[in-house]
């Protein structure tokens, strides 16, 4: 069996070859992270590993043993939006979401960047969200979110 922390707790997966993303959906009941395409391109199954954004649906189980799983479920701490992390605040701040579907992917990586570039340049925003998709099309309201949370003006 090997050990994975998910949102600070060890876990055990009895599956090596399991992609991440069923494991967490359906072994672990932690549906904040979605399936979007089954194939890497659309960002909706983004969680961090190790501080890294990663996309779930293309890594195994046995790629993060050892390795700190983190969640959209994991960021979050309670109901209400004062107990949300700062990127998510920012986001209801900003109206960015219609659907939601691909929010939890967008603030994943949106974390990564401010904790790796506290303030980053519209340039940089951009660019660590260009393998995201959204359907619905809120691409600069996302993008201002990003720029509130950097600025602090949640």
Do not use: W
């Amino acid at each position: 069996m090997l050990s994975v922390s998910v949102n600070g707790v060890e876990r055990e997966a009895p599956r090596v070859e399991r992609n991440l993303l069923s494991y967490l959906r359906f072994d672990l009941g932690l549906t904040g992270t979605k399936y979007g395409c089954g194939e890497g391109f659309c960002g909706a199954c983004t969680v961090l590993v190790d501080g890294k954004p990663l996309r779930s649906c293309m890594t195994t189980v046995g790629a993060v043993a050892g390795g700190a799983v983190t969640t959209i479920e994991g960021v979050s701490g309670g109901d209400t939006l004062e107990a949300q992390h700062p990127v998510q605040r920012a986001f209801v701040q900003e109206q960015a979401m219609q659907c939601g579907y691909c929010i939890p992917g967008f603030v994943m990586s949106t974390i990564a960047l401010l904790n790796r570039e506290p303030h980053p340049s519209s340039g940089t925003i951009s660019e660590a969200l260009a393998e995201h998709m959204c359907r619905c099309g809120t691409y600069q309201r996302i993008e201002r979110a990003v720029e509130r949370a950097a600025r602090g003006d949640v």
